[in-house]
């Protein structure tokens, strides 16, 4: 028998916004606020700025929507044009 330790890559987890559920990082998507305040889906996970991450799901998006979760996260008011264009933005890349 050999003695090798197997090793495991650790999975990122972040928390969604919305239900405050723990996931990995990978099965959520980025909201991007960049340095000139713009906020917006990050699909890549690789946009400049401050992130925020919420389930891949409409209803958390929604939920999101209706506690203005992104105003605690990015620790500033998020307008109502904002969040429309979030759930806008997701609508076009689902449907």
Request: aromatic content about 6%; glycine content about 6%.
């Amino acid at each position: 028998m050999s003695n090798q330790t197997v090793k495991t890559k650790k999975i990122p987890m972040r928390m969604c916004v919305a239900c405050k559920e723990m996931k990995p990082k990978r099965e959520l998507i980025r909201i991007v606020k960049d340095k000139e305040g713009n906020i917006s889906l990050d699909f890549t996970g690789k946009a400049n700025g401050r992130g925020a991450y919420i389930c891949n799901d409409i209803k958390c998006i929604e939920k999101c929507v209706k506690s203005k979760a992104l105003s605690r996260a990015f620790e500033s008011a998020v307008s109502d044009e904002v969040y429309g264009k979030i759930l806008e933005e997701y609508a076009k890349k689902k449907g």
